[in-house]
């Protein structure tokens, strides 16, 4: 079954914008995951927040976590037509060890 | 080596065959998935195995047969496959003892005719 819900479902915006996805989970969650996919390939792994994380970055990259709400944002600062992709959310579920469900996904397309 | 492989890119079988997906990784992971996507959604877990252990199925149909020969290694084998079957089928690995990310392989496209 689903875990994850990303909205929006997709994104148009100009190279050099901001980009904002959010994810909101159902059940309780060891670490939240965002992985990129460019079209129809295998997925990136961008970056990984534990339960007991508030806020992580990485380059142009910056998540939260807000376990009181189930729901994590991803921002993509200064965008680039590199970054148009699927980006999905993906939370790691405390089953004894690693198993990931997968976000419906947010469609980036990023305009030069 | 950080790479995840699979074989091969592109698999197009009739319902009656029996074909095999590859996997590889030479990362040390003891942890190694099966993926199943469908266009415009997100990857659903097929199987986990762990130390060369199943350790997951999740309710796949038989026509599905997963096997990790070794700790590098993860195959699938396919059997009278249905039209429905054609997907994106992903691989990944991960380290065993943390929670932590997975790497994925770039795909075998399949086409069920």
């Known amino acids: 079954s689903q875990q994850g819900e990303e909205d929006p479902q997709a994104l148009s915006i100009q190279e050099g914008e901001n980009a904002t996805m959010n994810c909101s989970y159902k059940t309780s969650i060891n670490n939240l995951q965002w992985y990129r996919q460019n079209s129809g390939r295998g997925l990136v792994h961008l970056i990984l927040i534990r339960s007991n994380e508030r806020e992580k970055h990485s380059g142009r990259l910056r998540v939260t976590l807000d376990t009181s709400k189930k729901s994590s944002s991803l921002l993509i600062t200064a965008s680039r037509a590199a970054d148009t992709a699927s980006y999905f959310c993906a939370t790691g579920l405390n089953t004894g060890f690693q198993k990931l469900v997968f976000g419906t996904g947010t469609r980036l397309l990023v305009s030069p | 080596d950080t790479e995840v492989t699979q074989t091969p890119k592109h698999l197009v079988m009739g319902m009656t065959n029996k074909k095999s997906l590859k996997c590889e990784q030479h990362m040390g992971h003891r942890a190694m998935y099966w993926y199943k996507q469908k266009a415009k959604k997100p990857p659903e877990l097929m199987f986990v195995?762990?130390?060369?252990?199943?350790?997951i199925n999740e309710s796949v149909p038989s026509r599905f047969s997963p096997e990790c020969p070794n700790s590098s290694l993860l195959n699938l084998h396919l059997h009278a496959l249905q039209p429905e079957d054609s997907a994106l089928y992903l691989c990944?690995?991960?380290?065993?003892?943390?929670?932590?990310?997975?790497?994925f392989g770039p795909g075998t496209r399949l086409t069920v005719l």
């Open positions: 990944a690995s991960s380290h065993r003892d943390t929670y932590n990310e997975q790497f």
């Open positions: 195995y762990s130390y060369e252990k199943l350790s």
